[in-house]
């Protein structure tokens, strides 16, 4: 592919709910462009963006992938992402470098629930969006109510600017309401022809309208719209284009990707009104402690973005850059902003599925792809040595399922460390957490499929296979009363013997304490240098565990007195008989189990408040109060305990039939209700 100034490029994400046809409008686009002779499908695993075995098996779009192709003289960077909620972070990461927002809604099933996210994440980062209306060509399918929802949900931005000919079995073409004609699919191919009799009437209402709120935008326009002189069709287009670039004008075009019927219309709205990189604000990054605007300027210092990791067992990683400013070539060295790392950009390519080949220039603006940089991962910035600035890191959303996972044999063990390594370089929505106290590797992710996805990746792409066992919750035992104890070391076995004696004192301190270890010893009945010794033992039986196998925390122990022996005494004796007098004091000083409490923020639609509330209940928890999200969203903050909500990801989404989302973070620990106790102990020993 040849290399195209800023301007003649187009970065476009193709974003909706799963099922909305996505990934089979992109095969429509590249086909009618000449990308490729056949429109692939999803469930053959024949489309160029969905070439992952795991995607083939799901039949689903699990990573985003870049589709270049040519349009009348302009490069159209073409991303596909996941629908999917258990993949958003795909999303997250695409919407971060993205000129243009296309959504792909289902005109049968409407706005869905991944829609509406994916909106309010572009919206947030203020990308340009256009709506492409698909499927109506099926059964039930309605442009009207469709068009409906999308004013309810995002507002007056809202315009569309074609109309359906026909409807269900019966369409077969589009209305431009930019120059009253029609678009007729008939024999496959797009065919000119007047406006139809049948909607020549609605055209002209909707046609009005358009123009009415194209003109509001520019004060010139409006007033010579209001002496009676209407506007061109160059210069609506051209002021629907400088809103759709400030992302306040949303366009709305229709069509069916299946068919394909009104996909060369979209590619062509797209060039006319999607934005270059020219055309959004420069961007800010970090330089110290100031921020600087970069101007994509493909003659300014070279600087890139690396926004998505790909883990190649054969090729070895490769890192996909959108360029900042300055114009990359091959042979082109930076230095990554964050480790200090001087890179060689030895081959600079394009990526077409799973396929790149060579370009010889990558200018500001373009997205292209770098294999086996040395020390760069997702969110790094690329930048002269003598300019080390950096740009925004993604936002990712944040992963609240975990599975833990185990090495299957030795072999798998020696290589595991690795190979997790280059699947959280490769998704860094996927976090990875080692706990110390259930001595479990945990792997978390937005969902289920998320987590498993990684783990038939780490075996396909790696050759490791992993046994996943039951996250296990960090009990801890305390005691609620004071109590002491003796604790005795005495051996004699010829030679020199094992002497060791000291009381331990025991009482219950504040939440969060820990060990509070108090020397009260007087008048020489235990020698200093054995005091140690005793603090020793008692931190390492407190670690093992108390009655119910659980480490013991918040106590304060005073040693008071004991006895020694001038020659059998020795720091292993006292350290002993501390565990013994330990143990002893701590079964009288009524020992209870402890369990972790987290603090959980809940984000719903009102309408499942009342659901949610009483699954709160039901999981022993507690609400603390609720407020007003954004877009009509509730947000409820509840105390739960943390073995209650262990796959709440999984339960929240289908309470709340996908809608509901919710962060969590340790909060405190607090007693264990007794009739618990066994079923902790239980699952501990699993």
Not at 70 to 78: I, P, Y
Not at 94 to 105: E, G, N, P, Y
Not at 463 to 479: A, L
Not at 495 to 516: D, F, I, K, N, S
Request: net charge negative; glycine share 8%; hydrophobic share 40%.
């Amino acid at each position: 592919m040849k290399v195209f100034p800023p301007e003649k490029i187009r970065n476009v994400a193709l974003v909706g709910h799963s099922g909305s046809g996505k990934t089979t409008l992109a095969e429509a686009l590249l086909f009618r462009a000449g990308a490729i002779t056949r429109i692939g499908t999803v469930a053959e695993g024949t489309t160029v963006t969905d070439y992952d075995p795991e995607e083939h098996e799901r039949g689903t779009t699990i990573s985003m992938a870049l589709a270049p192709f040519e349009w009348r003289g302009h490069k159209v960077n073409l991303i596909d992402t996941p629908g999917y909620a258990d993949y958003a972070g795909e999303l997250h990461s695409a919407l971060r470098v993205t000129d243009l927002a296309i959504f792909v809604v289902d005109a049968v099933e409407g706005i869905e629930v991944q829609t509406e996210y994916a909106w309010r994440i572009a919206e947030r980062l203020e990308v340009p969006r256009m709506i492409f209306i698909n499927k109506l060509d099926k059964e039930r399918a309605s442009f009207e109510r469709t068009l409906l929802q999308l004013r309810d949900r995002f507002g007056s931005g809202i315009a569309p600017i074609e109309l359906p000919i026909g409807e269900e079995a019966s369409f077969h073409g589009v209305a431009d309401l930019f120059r009253s004609r029609a678009y007729i699919y008939d024999s496959g191919k797009a065919e000119v022809v007047g406006m139809p009799e049948e909607i020549v009437e609605q055209e002209s209402e909707v046609h009005d309208n358009l123009v009415e709120g194209i003109v509001v935008a520019d004060d010139t326009l409006l007033e010579r719209y209001l002496e009676g002189d209407i506007p061109g069709v160059d210069e609506l287009e051209h002021t629907m284009a400088v809103g759709v670039a400030a992302a306040t004008v949303f366009p709305v075009v229709c069509g069916s990707a299946i068919g394909p019927i009104a996909v060369d219309r979209l590619a062509d709205f797209i060039i006319e009104l999607g934005p270059s990189p020219l055309d959004r604000p420069p961007a800010i990054v970090a330089a110290g402690d100031q921020e600087v605007e970069i101007e994509k300027d493909p003659n300014g210092d070279p600087l890139a973005f690396v926004f998505k990791t790909l883990a190649d067992p054969y090729v070895g990683q490769i890192s996909l850059l959108k360029v900042m400013s300055g114009t990359l070539r091959p042979e082109t060295h930076l230095t990554n902003s964050r480790s200090g790392q001087d890179e060689r950009l030895a081959k600079i390519a394009t990526m077409f599925g799973k396929e790149t080949t060579l370009v010889d220039a990558a200018p500001a603006g373009d997205i292209v792809a770098v294999a086996k940089l040395t020390d760069t991962k997702t969110g790094d910035t690329l930048a002269p040595k003598h300019k080390p600035v950096t740009a925004a890191p993604v936002d990712w959303p944040e992963p609240v399922l975990a599975i833990a996972v185990t090495a299957r044999t030795q072999t798998d063990d020696d290589k595991l460390s690795a190979a997790l390594y280059r699947i959280l370089a490769e998704d860094a929505s996927l976090r990875l957490e080692w706990n110390s106290e259930t001595r479990q590797t945990l792997l978390y992710g937005l969902g289920e499929s998320h987590v498993q996805t990684a783990i038939q990746k780490l075996e396909r792409k790696f050759g490791v296979q992993v046994d996943q066992e039951k996250v296990k919750v960090p009990y801890r035992e305390t005691i609620t009363r004071p109590s002491e104890a003796e604790g005795r070391h005495k051996k004699q076995s010829g030679g020199h013997g094992q002497y060791g004696v000291c009381h331990l004192r025991l009482r219950p301190t504040a939440r969060g304490e820990g060990l509070a270890f108090v020397d009260k010893v007087k008048g020489g009945s235990i020698p200093r240098q054995f005091i140690p010794a005793i603090e020793k033992g008692v931190i390492e039986t407190m670690e093992a565990g108390g009655a119910h196998g659980f480490p013991v925390v918040d106590v304060e122990v005073t040693v008071d007195d004991g006895k020694y022996h001038a020659v059998d005494s020795s720091e292993m004796a006292f350290k002993l008989a501390a565990r013994d007098g330990f143990k002893t004091a701590f079964a009288l000083a009524a020992p209870v189990v402890l369990e972790p409490i987290s603090r959980v923020a809940i984000t719903i639609p009102a309408a499942f408040q009342g659901d949610v509330m009483g699954d709160i209940a039901a999981r022993r928890g507690a609400v603390q109060g609720s407020s007003a999200g954004e877009n009509g969203a509730q947000i409820i903050e509840a105390l739960i305990p943390t073995s209650e909500i262990v796959r709440y990801a999984i339960d929240l989404r289908s309470l709340t039939h996908g809608w509901g989302r919710y962060t969590a973070s340790f909060e405190h620990y607090q007693e264990l209700p007794s009739h618990l106790v066994d079923r902790a102990m239980a699952d501990a020993a699993e």
